[in-house]
């Protein structure tokens, strides 16, 4: 039976990291991105403003939407401080199943806790299921219809806290219209923008990140 792409990006993982090295992980699904095939991960430029972000909030919690594979999930938990832990939500089972499997070949197991299910349903549950308080990073990369309404419920459910930082991927491209327009125009956020490209393109894209001043 046909594979899938996520399944052949595995596969990518499997043949080409070493057990237990993100950054070979890393690595890995970048060359098969570039040279194999496309795929919707934040990528290789637009992870490096990511790295930077992540090193610079030094977050004890942080939350992801939109697993997809685990790139960036990998990404971020390589440089948590020890402790430290990611969430990172799934909607779809067989990316979720991918998404542990590259986790698990990262090494990265005991800092990423994957719930599969949709942003929607879970964020309102995450304080009672999981004991989260507030989060120190949000990492918004799953449908871009869903990252202004999921932002106004991680208000409601005081998920925030003053200093809270929102990290948005592809407000460029796919582009997220209207949720640039409420965070870059809100009292509540201080925004900036950091131009870059479409991963393993030239188009432009750029991620937004907002500090949630509360
Ligand atoms: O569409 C894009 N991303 C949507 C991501 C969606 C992912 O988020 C999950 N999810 C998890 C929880 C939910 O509640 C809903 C979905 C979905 O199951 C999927 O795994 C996209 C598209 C391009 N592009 O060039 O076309 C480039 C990008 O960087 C992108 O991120
Ligand atoms: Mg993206």
């Known amino acids: 039976t046909q594979s899938t792409r996520p399944q052949r990006m595995l596969a990518a ?8 090295d993100p950054r070979s992980v890393v ?10 095939e496309w795929a919707m991960n934040i990528g290789d430029e637009k992870g490096c403003i990511l790295d930077s972000v992540v090193s610079e909030v030094n977050p004890a919690m942080v939350l992801e939407l939109g ?19 990611i969430i990172t939500l799934e909607f779809n089972p067989q990316n979720a199943a991918v998404a542990r499997q590259i986790i698990a070949w990262a090494g990265l197991g005991e800092k ?7 942003s929607g349903d879970w964020i309102p549950k995450l304080k009672e299921q999981f004991g989260v308080d507030t989060f120190d990073l949000v990492f918004l990369d799953h ?15 005081g998920l925030l806290r003053k200093g809270s930082i929102l990290l948005a991927d592809n407000v460029i491209c796919p582009g997220t219209p209207e949720y640039l327009e409420y965070i870059r125009n809100s009292p509540r ?6 131009k870059s490209h479409l991963e393993y393109t030239r188009v432009e894209d750029g991620l937004e990140k907002s500090i949630f001043l509360g």
Not at 27 to 36: G, H, P, W
Not at 145 to 152: F, G, S, V
Not at 189 to 194: A, D, G, L, P, R
Request: charged share 25%.
């Open 13 to 20: 993982v499997h043949n080409n990291a070493t057990r237990g």
């Open 27 to 36: 690595k890995a699904i970048d060359q098969f991105c570039r040279q194999k």
């Open 67 to 85: 697993t997809y594979c685990g790139y960036s999930t990998v990404r971020i938990a390589s440089q948590l401080p020890p402790h430290a832990k």
């Open 112 to 118: 990423i806790k994957l719930i599969e299910g949709s």
């Open 143 to 157: 449908w871009k219809d869903r990252y202004l309404p999921d932002t106004k419920l991680m208000e409601e459910c």
């Open 189 to 194: 956020y201080k925004s900036q923008y950091f």
